[in-house]
């Protein structure tokens, strides 16, 4: 298992640039949400579509991530066979396991924006 500083960092890279790529998403979509009320072009409205049911699919997947590294982490701790580096490791697995689920929609959303 990584360090509790090397996951540290990680997950504070993986942050920053998912906030990166949140802000380009957000770039690109702010001008199809300021329009579809007046001109809804199909394309806006895939795009607008798309734009809720990615999160509702993320957030599911990242409820059933963090629910599994939090399962493993508690029968370890049960088992005691977890000290509180573990304890900490475990809880930054935890939050890296609940957003990576957004983190691949966002950047793959910031990709493929970027093309248009």
């Known amino acids: 298992m990584l360090s509790f500083q090397v996951m540290l960092i990680r997950a504070m890279s993986s942050a ?45 997947e990242g409820a059933v991530a963090a629910t599994d590294e939090m399962a493993q982490l508690g029968l370890r701790a049960v ?12 809880l930054i697995s935890v939050a890296v396991a609940a957003a990576r689920p957004a983190q691949r929609r966002v950047r793959a959303n ?3 924006l970027s093309r248009h």
Request: hydrophobic letters at 45%; zero cysteines.
């Open 110 to 112: 910031a990709r493929r």
């Open 16 to 60: 920053f640039e998912t906030s990166q790529a949140s802000a380009v998403t957000i770039g690109h979509r702010m001008p199809i949400l300021a329009t579809l009320p007046f001109w809804p072009h199909p394309d806006n409205l895939i795009e607008a579509s798309r734009m809720v049911t990615e999160k509702f699919e993320a957030l599911a």
């Open 79 to 90: 088992f005691g066979k977890a000290d509180a580096h573990d304890l900490a490791s475990g």
